[in-house]
């Protein structure tokens, strides 16, 4: 069956930083590629006109990749405003006679959740839901009981199918290479298990701070802020057992049931940390215990990874800024020639950010006398920057009703079950110093002698 594409693209939120940054650049690029053919109408509360919009969609992409004469007229051609109060029935009075003939809008809301209940209620009371989607922007909630409440609120509107909870990281090229690389090469499937790996990493690092927006990070700290979302699906992506078909369901069905497999969060497994220098930040009260560090052991309880643990580090001002995957495999079941240790066995490596790399470390005889092995990475993709922006590819999908890349409410409160456990009544982080890897007890949460596998600058090999 064909599902009809959107004919109206609305965000509300348009006068906001989201919208600057990252929102017009993508409607530029979409309509250079003719895929955004339709109205675009931004909604706000500040009270500009069509032409303040038009000037500030052109002053975003003067700073973020370049205005492009012939896309961005066509662009201006088909951008509106509408000014008011989210509360006000008026503005959605206003909204829908600036749709016109639009039949099938899609509403993006580029807004705190707190306003997403009466949004969606105005959008309903004005006939602008008929027939229509809704993009969410995440948090989807602060814990599993807001997130719960959450969807409730949108279900009075729309359909779950009509809803598309946006996370731009799974619009990143990398990801998707991770998709494809797992799902496109049989050699994996025989070994992708737990009789042959020995554990998988995951760390993202950031070597800056929370860059002025201390107000802004206490209200969700690491777990909340990447944990939660960005690194729960990597790992969704990494264990997830082949989706049974094509559609978007299919897909999104085999997340589902691997979410559902992990365990909650155990608090001895989890380490909890904050640099040095975070209580001065502006915003920040002096008895925080917010996190900006966090590494903890995760299981998945299916027969495919039994016994495997997960291992998650995320934090900010740490020594690089990268994000990496290893999944280690286990060493061979007798000493042949020379010791393989677990820190020196086979493993597959995903540079998911900044670089886009794919390889495999094995072992190669070293030169002279003795059997006597050596590492080496065999590289399978390099690649240090994708061809389209993740808002860009993840818009485009919506427009078009394809939700492979989006996350279901079920998914969202299976997410927030695993880490519900660490977002009460906590003991204090633990303090690190900037430009380190985090607290050292982040190291009792690795098991065995594998230790941390720390990301490095990443070097292209030569042509």
Same mark, same amino acid.
């Given at each position: 069956m064909t599902i009809p594409s959107s004919d109206a693209f609305v965000f509300f939120g348009a006068t906001g930083d989201l919208a600057y940054k990252k929102i017009f650049p993508a409607l530029q690029a979409m309509t250079k590629r003719g895929e955004l053919e339709m109205p675009v109408i931004g909604v706000g509360r500040s009270e500009w006109s069509g032409g303040k919009l038009r000037a500030r969609a052109r002053d975003s992409l003067e700073h973020n990749g370049g205005v492009d004469k012939e896309a961005f007229e066509k662009l201006s051609a088909r951008m509106e405003y509408v000014s008011g109060d989210y509360g006000d029935p008026a503005t959605y009075e206003g909204l829908k006679t600036m749709l016109g003939g639009a039949k099938r809008p899609l509403h993006y809301l580029a807004i705190p959740p707190s306003l997403f209940g009466?949004?969606?209620?105005?959008?309903?009371?004005?006939?602008?839901?008929?027939?229509?989607?809704?993009?969410?922007?995440? @948090?989807? =909630?602060?814990?599993?009981?807001?997130?719960?409440?959450? &969807?409730?609120?949108?279900?009075?509107?729309?359909?779950?199918?009509?809803?598309?909870?946006?996370?731009? /990281?799974l619009g990143k090229e990398a990801v998707q290479n991770l998709q494809y690389f797992r799902f496109a090469n049989s050699f994996l499937d025989p070994i992708w298990n737990r009789h042959y790996v020995d554990n998988i990493q995951i760390t993202m690092a950031e070597k800056f701070g929370v860059q002025g927006r201390g107000a802004f990070y206490e209200e969700v =700290?690491?777990?909340?802020?990447?944990?939660? &979302?960005?690194?729960?699906?990597?790992?969704?992506?990494?264990?997830?057992? @082949?989706?049974?078909?094509?559609?978007?369901?299919?897909?999104?069905?085999?997340?589902?049931?691997?979410?559902?497999?992990?365990?909650?969060?155990?608090?001895?497994?989890?380490? %909890? =940390?904050?640099? %040095?220098? /975070?209580?001065?930040?502006?915003?920040?009260?002096?008895?925080?215990?917010?996190?900006?560090?966090?590494?903890?052991?995760?299981?998945?309880?299916?027969? %495919?990874?039994? =016994?495997?643990?997960? /291992?998650?580090?995320?934090?900010? &001002?740490? @020594?690089?800024?990268?994000?990496?995957?290893?999944?280690?495999?286990?060493? @061979?079941?007798?000493?042949?020639?020379?010791?393989?240790?677990?820190?020196?066995? &086979? /493993?597959? %490596?995903?540079?998911?950010?900044?670089?886009?790399?794919?390889?495999?470390?094995?072992?190669?005889?070293?030169?002279?006398?003795?059997?006597?092995g050596q590492p080496v990475e065999l590289v399978a993709r390099h690649q240090t920057r994708g061809d389209q922006e993740p808002y860009e590819r993840l818009l485009h999908d919506a427009i078009e009703g394809d939700a492979s890349l989006f996350t279901r409410d079920d998914t969202v409160e299976a997410a927030w079950r695993v880490v519900d456990p660490m977002l009460g009544d906590v003991p204090p982080p633990e303090p690190y110093e900037p430009g380190s890897w985090g607290p050292e007890a982040a190291h009792r949460v690795i098991s065995g002698k594998q230790g941390w596998h720390d990301p490095k600058p990443e070097e292209a090999p030569p042509c």
């Open positions: 009466p949004v969606v209620r105005g959008l309903a009371k004005a006939g602008c839901a008929k027939d229509a989607r809704v993009v969410v922007e995440k @948090p989807f =909630g602060r814990d599993l009981a807001s997130a719960q409440a959450l &969807n409730r609120e949108l279900h009075e509107v729309f359909d779950e199918a009509a809803i598309f909870r946006i996370d731009h /990281y =700290g690491a777990i909340r802020d990447v944990v939660q &979302n960005h690194l729960l699906q990597v790992i969704a992506l990494l264990a997830m057992d @082949p989706p049974t078909g094509h559609d978007a369901e299919s897909m999104r069905a085999e997340k589902l049931r691997l979410f559902r497999a992990m365990r909650p969060l155990d608090p001895k497994e989890v380490v %909890r =940390g904050q640099f %040095r220098g /975070y209580l001065d930040e502006e915003g920040v009260p002096k008895d925080s215990k917010v996190e900006t560090f966090a590494a903890l052991r995760l299981h998945i309880d299916t027969w %495919r990874w039994a =016994g495997v643990p997960f /291992y998650i580090r995320t934090g900010k &001002n740490l @020594p690089i800024t990268a994000t990496e995957v290893r999944v280690g495999l286990k060493c @061979p079941p007798l000493a042949t020639f020379d010791d393989i240790s677990p820190a020196t066995a &086979n /493993y597959f %490596r995903f540079r998911l950010s900044p670089e886009v790399v794919i390889s495999t470390g094995a072992r190669v005889k070293s030169p002279g006398e003795e059997m006597r």
